[in-house]
């Protein structure tokens, strides 16, 4: 991925504000209906993978929720999120990170990720990405990635599509699904893209 992937990512961060971005949401409902489905205490610790500057945190502080990481490989995103939160923004850890070169030094409850996996694109990556979280996740994950009925592309870049099978399939290594939905997230520009939703749990083994 590297830094040219980190320069595409701060560039849109820099030159778009929330309205114009296709990902935007008003509220993250879905995510926060898997967050909730694991039936956690404000406690357990949940990490925003690829979270930009994504709601999801603030409703996530607003419930009492204590222990939020939010990763981005956009520092640019995680200044507009920071800002937006203001005060807020001391009680979440912040990490500038390629997923695919994250070293986390602590475990997590909760693996969230809206729309950064659809991004890698070889075996190399996915492979990355799910050892990572393998290490990282000692309870549940849940990831929203662009469907067979998705598009192919987002922000200039090329994604990988899914079907519950195909999700399932790359992190059974690691994870048992619990659930999938599909779900049309309407852009701000008034278009759909359709997206999967599978919530697992990590192996005990």
């Not at 850890?93 to 997590?108: A, G, L, Y």
């Amino acid at each position: 991925m590297g830094n040219t992937t980190q320069n595409h990512w701060d560039t849109i961060y820099k030159t778009k504000d929330a309205g114009q971005v296709s990902w935007t949401q008003a509220i993250p409902v879905t995510s926060l209906n898997f967050i909730h489905s694991f039936g956690l205490p404000k406690t357990a610790k949940i990490i925003d993978i690829g979270g930009g500057d994504s709601k999801l945190a603030d409703y996530l502080l607003d419930e009492g929720f204590e222990n939020i990481t939010v990763l981005d490989i956009s520092a640019q995103a995680l200044e507009k999120a920071k800002k937006r939160l203001g005060d807020k923004a001391k009680k979440i850890n912040w990490i500038v990170s390629d997923i695919t070169e994250f070293k986390p030094n602590t475990t997590f409850d909760v693996w969230h990720d809206r729309a950064t996996f659809h991004f890698l694109t070889t075996g190399e990556q996915i492979a990355q990405y799910i050892n990572i979280a393998k290490n990282a996740v000692n309870g549940f994950l849940t990831i929203g990635t662009f469907s067979e009925n998705g598009p192919e592309k987002c922000s200039g870049l090329q994604v990988r599509q899914y079907n519950e099978e195909q999700l399932a399939a790359e992190l059974h290594n690691g994870f048992d699904k619990i659930r999938c939905i599909t779900e049309d997230h309407v852009t701000p520009f008034d278009t759909k893209q359709n997206f999967l939703f599978c919530s697992f749990k990590r192996h005990s083994s």
